[in-house]
């Protein structure tokens, strides 16, 4: 396809993109409109938890639109209601507030906070964060996060925000004061580059917040509903958190987020929050089609023995170049690259038809869909291991 053959201009320009269209996708694949097939790594980053147009979520959401779209969030609708009630018996919440985007999902949590402070905290405000953290593009969720890209952006930020450093539980003791009323973070740093808190330090940061009577919010957009194995990822620490943001793999696809807190911590007067498509029953038809698979036991174990495989497939890879270590849980996994050669590994796959990320110049993401198979695994590693050769050939060259 050329250029002149879409109107690419139509779009504000926000990030560099390849000139290609994408039209179909298929579990694991995607085709562009020239009919090139591409295998999908990236999945609209850990988003179609179970691959690209599953029939599930296109039955869930064909059978909703034609039954109800949406009555207005002012009043109660069936769909929302089952996949709240879904959610809180899935997990250690009361309550749910649904969104449409994480940022969405974490402002709520955010805002929740501030209103839990003003009542039970003397006004206090302040969230402690973490260096890296990476909370979403609205302003509040941009100044929560601890991205080095947003410091000078947009200024001046929300205030409130102070940012401890990950597994550093000393970092986070020196940050609380009587203003501090919560503490938020991402089970594993997706964007910084796939870094986990450990189990122990979540475990020693509930510990602390409940010491001190703060709230502890998980940011689980992108490890919950599923990636990691488990259905939410604070259930390998064993902890119950406060508050629980989730979204990419909710819905499966379409945007739909949510916030979801024990009942102390919901506590939301009228008028506090709200919003058009909060909890519209089309998107949450699609949630419920993603629990009802997801939550499956048989389900989880099977995403927690493909995340095992792709993981020793890596190791593997790595020995045989003699590159870094491999990170992460489930499918959300990184290889260190050793050297700033992401982009262009990113950009020599893509020609190939393979979809990878590099969220840092030297680290790839690995985040396909929870149903992938280990023969496409196998194929992404073939194509990789034939990219770091060249790649390798090319540096004793140069
Ligand atoms: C951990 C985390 N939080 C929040 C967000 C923001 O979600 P959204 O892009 O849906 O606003 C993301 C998106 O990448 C994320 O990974």
């Known amino acids: 396809m050329t250029m002149a053959m879409h109107p690419y201009n139509a779009l504000m320009d926000i990030t560099p993109r390849p000139y290609v269209v994408f039209d179909r ?30 029939a599930t979520v296109a039955d869930a959401l064909t059978a909703q639109a034609k039954r109800l779209l949406t009555p207005s969030p002012a009043y109660y609708n069936d769909t929302s209601l089952k996949l709240a009630k879904a959610l809180i018996t899935h997990s250690c919440f009361d309550q749910v507030f649904f969104t449409n985007s994480g940022a969405e999902a974490n402002e709520g949590a955010i805002k929740l906070a501030r209103k839990y402070g003003a009542l039970h905290r003397n006004g206090a405000y302040e969230i402690i964060t973490f260096e890296g953290g990476f909370h979403g593009r609205t302003l509040a969720t941009m100044s929560a996060s601890g991205k080095k890209a947003f410091e000078p952006l947009f200024e001046p930020k929300v205030p409130g925000f102070h940012k401890a450093l990950l597994n550093d539980l000393a970092s986070v003791s020196r940050l609380i004061s009587d203003k501090t009323v919560a503490v938020m973070l991402e089970p594993i740093q997706g964007e910084a580059g796939v870094w986990p808190a450990t189990d122990q330090f979540l475990q020693q940061l509930r510990e602390l917040t409940k010491a001190h009577g703060l709230l502890l919010i998980v940011d689980e957009i ?46 939301f007067e009228h008028g506090d929050q709200g919003g058009t498509f909060n909890g519209n029953p089309l998107m949450c038809a699609a949630g419920l089609a993603v629990l009802d698979h997801v939550a499956a036991p048989e389900f989880l174990k099977s995403t927690a023995e493909t995340g095992r495989f792709l993981e020793s497939e890596l190791q593997r890879l790595s020995t045989r170049h003699g590159l870094g270590e491999v990170r992460g849980r489930g499918l959300l996994l990184a290889l260190d690259l050793k050297l700033p050669v992401g982009a262009a ?28 198979t280990r023969e496409e695994i196998g194929q992404m590693i073939e194509a990789l291991d034939a990219i770091l050769i060249k790649a390798g050939a090319a540096r004793l060259v140069a």
């Open 25 to 54: 996708g298929e579990g694991s694949w995607l085709w562009d409109d020239t009919g090139k097939r591409y295998l999908d790594f990236i999945q609209g980053w850990a988003v179609n938890c179970l691959g690209h147009a599953p």
């Open 222 to 267: 992108q490890t919950g509903i599923g990636r990691t194995g488990k259905l939410f990822h604070y259930e390998h620490a064993g902890i119950a958190p406060d508050i629980m943001t989730l979204g990419k793999g909710i819905g499966g696809g379409v945007p739909l987020a949510a916030v979801l807190a024990t009942s102390r911590a919901a506590c």
């Open 345 to 372: 590994i990113v950009a020599q796959a893509f020609e190939q038809g393979l979809l990878l990320n590099s969220p840092q110049p030297d680290t790839l993401r690995f985040m396909p869909a929870l149903n992938v």
